[in-house]
């Protein structure tokens, strides 16, 4: 039953909220539901931490690893849920562009999120990844302006025909369990592949076939290298709540997914295979990536590439593996989401007080709105990798493994483009604080729902770089094992 | 063997003709209705190999499938693309970016290029090797047309020729997926094409055209 409450909660409660013509009560409804579906994903991970697994019915599912990004997506909506119902103040009344329609396809997106984690099945998972798809789509084109519709039709088109490929993937792979003596019932799902990965290693082509259209098909959701070309538009475009969601919680669900394959297919042919392909799409992601960090005009752009440079990072921490690869991969996905997200905020009061994000239209904020200049300085000195900040460790476990490896490109090219992206997110930022102020902000005094957002961002982004709490080593530990 | 079985057997060694017919009119077409028309028929020989196959298999879910391709493939979506090049007033052209015989030749190439894929992996499944090769072409041609066709509605039929492939690759390896999963990919595939409707109808609101390599001021 437990597992069904985090799923059961965001649908019903999309339900209830649409039901709120009044924004305001709309909103108290959002937070309301929102809090709810925080305790239920609480209890689920509770749970999963006594008990190892949970399982219910035959198509749901939660271990360590799924529970570990459950946190992530905890933490992240419900920061997200905060900051929105300050941001939504100005929105008006439209077709589908209504804040009760926002926070109501804000609990679809979460439900199909969560629902990623939580699938037992690999068809199920591959249903819900569309989902998430279909769920952001309008989400991203909520402002109906010309540049909204053109990424809200790039990211729906372009993530379809990935997604496409990563079900071609997952039809590849039951054909090789299947062809292995599985039973048609148990062929989809992943602890059964698990279990009877070494028997598939009758077909190797199969299973390698498989895995190259899945790594594509959820690569292009995880913005890898060269499939990433909706990503950059469909953040800059998109409500800034909606840029934080997509880039710290859409992104690790794919990679989640990928990790499932990715166990799966180490285990039945060896890992030399899916981590050399991890690594050549994490180091592509890294360096592309991170070059453009530094030609961007545009800031919700500037943090968009840096998404897709940190996929890399993980991309990298994956195909590495070892210990330290792990956890600094697993690690990360986590300081991902709360810097980012800390930055998203940051960029969301900039537009609403500046009314633009071009780099160049934003000068002497630091003076203007020294509150939010804070929170883009601690965002951006995180981001970058400084201690004492979290991505600091993370990033460091990752490299140390690469060292440990004797990965000697891959360490040099991750130290480069660290660097590249030290300079690169510099500059832009001492342009924004520095310089004569062009225009006053309309309110540059940060509101409740503001600074409680942005404020457990930040703690939690310098918390985490100093200890790591004891629960959390636990869980990650546990989610380590399962990636084993 | 009843006529029936007989049917049955024609259909599966010999209906991949039709599919590969079908793509290569596909890349002829230049009225939007003729390829949606193209797609229909499509489906249909896929919904007769889907019936086939469970009738061959004895698979009594396969003929529950057969009947939610017709409904949907055959007849629901062609309707609703109908309904939306009439709603939306855009010209019949689908401004191919190819002409014809380039893009006849483009196909013919990707026919050659899936029968040389089956044949590498073609001891790996038991599935009739022509078939298998039409389901690659599908898709390597949905995709084509995808990309060769600048109308948002050519777009999206790209998108279904593709997953028609798709759907036809699970069917004739693995006699398709359980049930449940078959029917939540339709829901998706429905819910997707409601989600692009809404777009195209945004887009020719907000720029007054449906041809989306106009569509580019988000660049870098």
């Known amino acids: 039953m437990l597992l069904l409450l985090p799923l059961m909660i965001p649908v019903l409660g999309a339900g209830f909220i649409l039901l709120f013509r009044n924004p305001r009560f709309a909103t108290r409804a959002a937070l309301l539901v929102g809090a709810l579906e925080v305790l239920a994903l609480g209890a689920v991970i509770w749970q999963v931490h006594l008990q190892g697994e949970l399982q219910e019915g035959r198509y749901l599912r939660a271990d360590a690893l799924s529970a570990f990004f459950l946190m992530s997506i905890a933490f992240v909506s419900g920061i997200v849920l905060i900051y929105s119902s300050g941001y939504l103040r100005h929105t008006g009344e439209g077709r589908f562009s209504s804040p009760r329609w926002f926070y109501a396809l804000v609990f679809m997106f979460l439900f199909t999120m969560i629902s990623v984690c939580l699938s037992a099945n690999l068809g199920l998972l591959w249903i819900m990844m569309e989902g998430t798809t279909l769920a952001s789509a309008l989400l991203v084109g909520f402002y109906n302006t010309e540049g909204a519709i053109e990424a809200g039709w790039k990211y729906l088109i372009v993530c379809t025909v990935g997604i496409a490929f990563a079900l071609f993937g997952t039809i590849v792979l039951y054909l090789a369990a299947v062809k292995a003596g599985m039973s048609p019932a148990s062929g989809l799902d992943w602890i059964s592949l698990m279990n009877a990965a070494p028997g598939m290693a009758l077909d190797p082509h199969l299973v390698k076939l498989a895995f190259v259209f899945v790594i594509v098909g959820y690569g292009t959701k995880i913005g890898f290298v060269p499939m990433h070309s909706w990503l950059p538009d469909a953040h800059a475009e998109a409500p800034t709540p909606i840029s934080a969601l997509l880039s710290a919680v859409l992104l690790n669900c794919a990679m989640y997914a990928l990790m499932r394959y990715d166990v799966i297919v180490s285990r039945t042919v060896g890992p030399a295979f899916s981590h050399t392909l991890l690594l050549i799409f994490g180091v592509l992601s890294m360096v592309v990536a991170g070059l453009l960090i530094l030609v961007q005009r545009n800031l919700k752009r500037l943090l968009a590439y840096s998404s897709i440079e940190h996929m890399g990072i993980i991309a990298i921490g994956l195909g590495l593996g070892g210990p330290l690869g792990l956890l600094g991969a697993l690690l990360h996905t986590f300081n991902h989401s709360a810097a980012k997200s800390l930055l998203f905020f940051g960029a969301g009061n900039v537009r609403h007080n500046m009314g633009t994000l071009r780099i160049d239209g934003i000068q002497g904020i630091s003076r203007t709105m020294p509150q939010t200049s804070a929170a883009l300085v601690v965002g951006g000195l995180a981001i970058v990798g400084l201690p004492p900040f979290s991505l600091f460790i993370s990033e460091f476990a990752i490299l140390s493994e690469a060292f440990a490896q004797a990965h000697y490109l891959v360490a040099a090219l991750f130290l480069i483009v660290l660097s590249v992206v030290f300079g690169g997110f510099a500059y832009h930022l001492f342009r924004m604080l520095c310089g004569k102020p062009g225009r006053r902000p309309e309110n540059a005094r940060l509101i409740p729902s503001e600074y409680i957002s942005m404020g457990i961002a930040a703690l939690c982004v310098l918390y985490f770089g100093v200890r790591i709490p004891h629960f959390f080593n636990v869980l990650l530990h546990e989610a380590m094992a399962v990636l084993r | ?220």
């Open chain 2, 1 to 220: 063997m009843g006529l029936v079985g007989i049917a049955t057997e024609k259909i599966l060694s010999s209906f991949s003709v039709f599919l590969f017919l079908t793509i290569i009119l596909l890349a002829v077409a230049r009225r939007i209705s003729t390829s949606v028309l193209l797609f229909s028929l499509q489906s249909a020989i896929i919904t007769a190999e889907v019936l086939a196959t469970g009738f061959q298999e004895k698979l009594a879910s396969a003929y529950l499938v057969g009947i939610l391709i017709f409904v949907i493939k055959v007849v629901a979506i062609p309707r609703a693309f109908f309904v939306l090049t009439k709603r939306l007033k855009t010209v019949h052209d689908v401004k191919a970016s190819t002409t014809p015989s380039q893009s006849v030749f483009v196909v013919a190439v990707m026919i050659y290029l899936s029968y040389a894929a089956v044949h590498s992996y073609g001891g790996a499944v038991r599935a009739p090797g022509d078939s298998l090769a039409a389901a690659i072409a599908l898709i390597l041609t949905g995709a084509f047309l995808m990309v060769s066709r600048k109308k948002a509605v050519m777009q999206v039929l790209g998108l279904l020729v593709m997953e028609n492939g798709i759907f036809l690759a699970a069917l004739l390896t693995t006699f398709g997926m359980p049930l449940v999963i078959e029917i939540g990919i339709f829901f998706d595939i429905l819910m997707g094409l409601l989600l692009m409707g809404i777009f195209m109808f945004r887009i020719s609101d907000t720029f007054e055209h449906l041809d989306v390599s106009k569509l580019r001021r988000l660049r870098g």
